[in-house]
Nanobody
Framework: VQLVESGGASVQAGGSLRLSCAASGDTANSCMAWFRQSPGKAREGVSFTRGNPFYADSVRGRFFISQDNAKKTLYLQMNILKPEDTATYYC????????????????????????WGQGTQVTVS
């Protein structure tokens, strides 16, 4: 499986962006996630979807995750962007066979998530 993120850009605070994550290969993963990382900071889980979507507190109400299974593409709609949203954004597939508890625990570090893309840069000023 290969994941390719796109859609990153430089925007002003208050603006919006939509990130895409296109999957190729054996894409039987219905559980997918977005992460982000800024220089000098730890990787941060942003959102994942397995049934109901889950969002980090820092983005809840502003970011929205969705999937188009026919297009094998994961999206992240980002609204009301803030300078602290500046980061490289990555998509990844959830750990295989993880229980709900394991998934929530893994989400905060990214441990066990698979097939990471190369990332797309979002800069908010």
């Amino acid at each position: 499986v290969q994941l390719v993120e796109s859609g990153g850009a430089s925007v002003q605070a208050g603006g919006s962006l939509r990130l895409s994550c296109a999957a190729s290969g054996d894409t039987a993963n219905s559980c997918m996630a977005w992460f982000r990382q800024s220089p000098g900071k730890a990787r941060e889980g942003v959102s994942f979807t397995r049934g109901n979507p889950f969002y980090a507190d820092s983005v809840r109400g502003r970011f929205f995750i969705s999937q188009d299974n026919a297009k094998k593409t994961l999206y992240l709609q980002m609204n009301i962007l803030k300078p602290e949203d500046t980061a490289t954004y990555y998509c990844a597939a959830c750990p295989e066979g993880a229980s709900d508890l394991q998934l929530y625990q893994s989400f905060f570090t990214g441990a066990g998530f698979r097939f990471w893309g190369q990332g797309t840069q979002v800069t908010v000023s």
